[in-house]
């Protein structure tokens, strides 16, 4: 089947799809994500078809999108607030401002760092990855990877005192 039919076909039928769709979830925007999502798969399958008519295949194909979707939502656990609130840390505003600006200030420090003691310090330190899935992931030796976060780790501390003095 060649481009220019499979665009005539979401011409033609893709008013009538979305209809439909509307009318099983009662949501625009959920309608139009079930509708993408059965366009999509027409497309992967369109090969298959076998039905003279593509309308009622379409059809299927939307209902049987929109019966995953419902079976995906079934599964997905809405909390209520309390849980949500039981999640903050216990900082004031400002306490999360300040470290915000703080960690800001720290990533642009990094940023001056050499290449390779950046991407060591990030992999390390930032990541909680092993010195040696870090030397294997830059494609260094083990030693070289403990000279380069030496090296980062003793410029970051002189940063900090510089900052501490600073202030």
Known sequence: MNRQTLDDIYRTHMQDIYRYLLS???NHHVAEDILQ????????HLEDCREERVKPWLFRVAHNVFVDFTRKQKRIHIREDAFFSDMTTGRTTEEEVMTREYIREVGGFIATLTENQRQAILLCDFHDLSYREASEIMGVGLNHI???LFRARQSLRKWKEREKQNE
Do not use: D
């Not at 999502?37 to 992967?44: I, P, Q, S, V």
């Open 146 to 148: 403990k000279i380069l």
């Open 24 to 26: 099983l979830c009662h």
């Open 37 to 44: 999502e059965t366009f999509y798969r027409a497309y992967l």
